[in-house]
């Protein structure tokens, strides 16, 4: 089953603005990740967050993390037609003993239109 | 530096048959998970394999079966393939006992028809 649910399901965005996804889960973390995917293709690691973090940036990529709503952001900035791609949120739990599965969410499509 | 390889890209099988699809993990990684994605759905975990053994398995029934072999390459294997098994199939590798992100193949295309 899904972990949580991502929001807005859809979204579509003029080059040159921001864009923003959401994303929601249900249990606790160990970390959480960003992954992009390409029109059905594999799917590529952006960024990692621990749970003990509440900021991270790489390039034009923003992502928080806010433990006690359980809930992260997405932010990517100054968006280009390249970045159009489905956008996944993928949550690792906290556990002993090994064993790091993702389970994501139902994933943010994004059109960036010239 | 290769990343995840994964064969073949497409396969189309009758209900029924049977499927073996192959990962290559990345150079380094020893931990190998499969997922299956639906159209339209987010990725959904299946198994893992770590020292040529199945450490995690997710909500699959036994149809699903998979191996490592000692060059941390895997296979998962399909029998009885239903309609439902038609779906984008990815393989990730990772290190374990680091949390750097798993690093994907393209994912193999299964059609049951």
């Known amino acids: 089953s899904q972990q949580g649910e991502e929001d807005p399901q859809a979204l579509s965005i003029q080059e040159g603005e921001n864009a923003t996804m959401n994303c929601s889960y249900k249990?606790?973390?160990?970390?959480l990740q960003w992954y992009r995917q390409n029109s059905g293709r594999g799917l590529v690691h952006l960024i990692l967050?621990?749970?003990?973090?509440r900021e991270k940036h790489s390039g034009r990529l923003r992502v928080t993390l806010d433990t006690s709503k359980k809930s992260s952001s997405l932010l990517i900035t100054a968006s280009r037609a390249a970045d159009t791609a489905s956008y996944f949120c993928a949550t690792a739990p906290r556990v002993t003993g090994g064993g790091n599965k993702l389970t994501f969410g139902t994933g943010t499509q994004l059109k960036v239109e010239l | 530096d290769a990343g995840v390889t994964q064969s073949p890209t497409h396969l189309i099988k009758t209900r029924g048959q049977q499927v073996t699809l192959r990962c290559s993990p990345k150079?380094?990684?020893?931990?190998v998970s499969w997922y299956q994605q639906a159209l339209g759905q987010g990725p959904q975990f299946i198994f893992q394999y770590y020292e040529e053994e199945e450490r995690q398995r997710g909500n699959f029934p036994d149809r699903f079966s998979g191996h490592q072999f000692p060059n941390y390459s895997s296979e998962l294997n399909v029998n009885a393939l239903l309609l439902g098994d038609s779906a984008l199939y990815l393989c990730?590798?990772?290190?374990?006992?680091?949390?750097?992100?798993?690093?994907f193949g393209s994912g193999t295309r299964l059609t049951v028809v």
């Open positions: 990730a590798s990772s290190l374990v006992g680091t949390d750097y992100g798993y690093t």
């Open positions: 967050i621990r749970s003990n973090e």
């Open positions: 249990t606790s973390i160990n970390n």
């Open positions: 150079s380094g990684h020893d931990t």
